[in-house]
């Protein structure tokens, strides 16, 4: 199949919706096992014990414990609101921020950070006067400021509007019973099919009737997941997840050259994006390359940097150790697909 879809069904008994491209599976999102503690959930809860030496502390919530890292100004008891920011690591507490987002597919509103912004990835002029246009226009809560995403640059300005309203209307909501009670839960993280309606790019094909899944592959393609290899016409790619970190290896095919090991990493490293992404992974990647010269790195580097890039799981290059890999920190936005598969 040319072109984009997606596919919205349940697997693994939870729901998930699968973006394909060109035939290919390009995304995934998954549901975890309970609706607690997705990220962007917003709770309001009691300050715990700190943690001496780290400048954080754990909260108390009625789903369990929050783990706050910038915890200056806190004292244990207070209230405060905080939102889950990622996925906590196995028998650890999610980690929770002060900075608040209320997060639209056309617009993002920001509690103590006023002001009225675009996205710079809106180049034309009009579709910039337009916008700000609407922002003029906009009421919003004393002390929230407001962020126009790239997907209003083509959306209808009645559209923009009504979710500004809807958006405006929960912040609302939230920020008035955040200031006093016991600890609870005030909004719900998004579901795996609410990030990819307000995330995914538009397609002109989006089936979620039961069985889309079947109709589209994406079983397979899911199951194809459980190998951690990935095969590519420069090597081969393994991504492993332990406990402590994501090991990758690069491998050149037949050939143990610096040549040819520099064109296996930079097939490898356009590759690896996509191959964390359907396979929910974060936190620190270290990427064990083929054979590589030193004066290669710096190409290797921003052949990273550009792969990294142009995926929407924020990821930043840590640099290389004494042994010659590349490390990586990624934030965990996606729920891990190995823990529901084995």
Same mark, same amino acid.
């Given at each position: 199949?040319?072109?984009?879809?997606?596919?919205?069904d349940r697997i693994f008994g939870r729901q998930a919706a699968a973006r394909?491209?060109?035939?290919?599976?390009?995304?995934?999102?998954?549901?975890?096992p309970d609706d607690r503690m997705r990220p962007g959930a917003i709770y309001?809860?009691?300050?715990?014990?700190?943690?001496?030496?780290?400048?954080?502390?754990?909260?108390?919530?009625?789903?369990?414990?929050?783990?706050?890292?910038?915890?200056?100004?806190?004292?244990?008891?207070?209230?405060?609101?905080?939102?889950?920011?990622?996925?906590?690591?196995?028998?650890?507490?999610?980690?929770?921020?002060?900075?608040?987002?209320?997060?639209?597919?056309?617009?993002?509103?920001?509690?103590?950070?006023?002001?009225?912004?675009?996205?710079?990835?809106?180049?034309?002029?009009?579709?910039?006067?337009?916008?700000?246009?609407?922002?003029?226009?906009?009421?919003?809560?004393?002390?929230?400021?407001?962020?126009?995403?790239?997907?209003?640059?083509?959306?209808?300005?009645?559209?923009?509007?009504?979710?500004?309203?809807?958006?405006?209307?929960?912040?609302?909501?939230?920020?008035?019973? !955040?200031?006093?009670?016991?600890?609870?839960?005030?909004?719900?993280? *998004?579901?795996?099919?609410?990030?990819?309606?307000?995330?995914?790019?538009?397609?002109?094909?989006?089936?979620?009737? *039961?069985?889309?899944?079947?109709?589209?592959?994406?079983?397979?393609?899911?199951d194809a997941l459980r190998s951690p290899h990935v095969m590519l016409g420069?090597? !081969?790619?393994?991504?492993?997840?332990?406990?402590?970190?994501?090991?990758?290896?690069?491998?050149?095919?037949?050939?143990?050259?610096?040549?040819?090991?520099?064109?296996?990493?930079?097939?490898?490293?356009?590759?690896?994006?996509?191959?964390?992404?359907?396979?929910?992974?974060?936190?620190?990647?270290?990427?064990?390359?083929?054979?590589?010269?030193?004066?290669?790195?710096?190409?290797?580097?921003?052949?990273?940097? !550009?792969?990294?890039?142009?995926?929407?799981?924020?990821?930043?290059?840590?640099?290389?150790? *004494?042994?010659?890999?590349?490390?990586?920190?990624?934030?965990?936005?996606?729920?891990?697909?190995?823990?529901?598969?084995?």
């Amino acid at each position: 199949m040319i072109g984009s879809a997606i596919s919205m069904d349940r697997i693994f008994g939870r729901q998930a919706a699968a973006r394909i491209v060109d035939g290919e599976l390009d995304d995934l999102l998954l549901d975890p096992p309970d609706d607690r503690m997705r990220p962007g959930a917003i709770y309001r809860a009691k300050a715990g014990r700190p943690l001496k030496g780290q400048g954080g502390m754990i909260l108390e919530t009625p789903d369990g414990p929050l783990f706050l890292r910038h915890a200056k100004g806190v004292a244990q008891g207070d209230t405060v609101l905080v939102q889950v920011s990622t996925y906590a690591e196995r028998e650890k507490a999610a980690p929770a921020t002060h900075r608040i987002l209320f997060k639209g597919r056309h617009a993002m509103l920001t509690p103590g950070a006023p002001g009225r912004n675009i996205s710079r990835t809106i180049m034309d002029q009009d579709r910039r006067d337009a916008l700000q246009g609407i922002l003029n226009g906009v009421e919003l809560p004393e002390g929230i400021g407001i962020v126009l995403r790239t997907a209003s640059g083509a959306a209808e300005n009645l559209d923009v509007r009504d979710e500004i309203a809807h958006l405006a209307d929960i912040a609302g909501k939230v920020l008035n019973e !955040s200031r006093s009670g016991k600890p609870a839960r005030l909004l719900d993280g *998004p579901s795996a099919t609410e990030m990819a309606l307000r995330d995914w790019p538009r397609s002109s094909v989006l089936d979620d009737k *039961p069985g889309s899944f079947a109709r589209f592959g994406v079983d397979e393609m899911i199951d194809a997941l459980r190998s951690p290899h990935v095969m590519l016409g420069e090597g !081969s790619l393994v991504v492993e997840p332990t406990r402590a970190l994501v090991a990758v290896d690069v491998n050149s095919s037949g050939s143990s050259s610096t040549a040819a090991g520099l064109k296996a990493n930079l097939a490898a490293l356009r590759a690896l994006p996509r191959a964390l992404r359907l396979r929910g992974l974060g936190g620190q990647i270290v990427i064990d390359l083929a054979p590589l010269a030193k004066r290669d790195r710096r190409r290797v580097e921003d052949a990273a940097k !550009s792969a990294f890039r142009a995926c929407p799981v924020d990821t930043a290059l840590a640099g290389w150790t *004494p042994l010659g890999h590349m490390e990586c920190l990624r934030k965990r936005e996606r729920f891990p697909l190995h823990e529901v598969m084995t």
